[in-house]
């Protein structure tokens, strides 16, 4: 299983932050309007759960594992697929209902192999995600980006909306704008 070397920075100034990213050389991959299912394992469990995910370019199906939050504590199979819809099918036949329907906006940047996205979630302020392939290398972009580490957050998304704004997205069937 690949582990995920990832954290979250809240409340951003998004432009300020393009403005670092392009100085330093940061290249900008695009925007993407991202929709996922989210299911649950049988029997649920609360850190773990299965997402398929589209950008409309690019489709996969992943097991996530929180083992903590940390900025190495997700672990993750994915593997891409050929349709959002097909895959739905395939779910749907073997007994996996979707417990949520999710939708974001993304902007990417990649620099030096690190992935940079500004994430806009329906309901919350917007973050930045910075993940890489090591720690070192997540906590180097945090340095050279000057990013208070006050507002750095090792919390996943359902985390991020329950505890920091108080909304249980897990109840939320369509989480649409």
Known sequence: ?????EIRVLD?????????LEKIGAIRVGEYYQKRYIYDLKPAEDNKWIRLRTDGYK?????????????DGTKEIELEVSSIDQAKEFMNSIGFKYRNYQENKRTKYIYDGIEI????????????????????QVNSMIEKLH??????????????????????????RELKF
Do not use: H
């Open 1 to 5: 299983m690949k582990t995920e070397y």
């Open 12 to 20: 951003i100034n998004k432009e300020e932050m393009i403005e670092m």
């Open 59 to 71: 489709t996969t199906l992943t097991y996530k594992c929180i083992e903590e939050n940390t900025i």
């Open 117 to 136: 996205d500004f994430d806009l979630w329906p309901k919350i302020p917007e973050y930045m995600e910075i993940e890489g392939e090591s720690e070192e």
């Open 147 to 172: 990013i208070d580490k006050s507002k750095v957050t090792a919390l996943n998304c359902d985390d991020i909306y329950r505890q920091i704004y108080n909304i249980d997205i897990k109840t939320i």
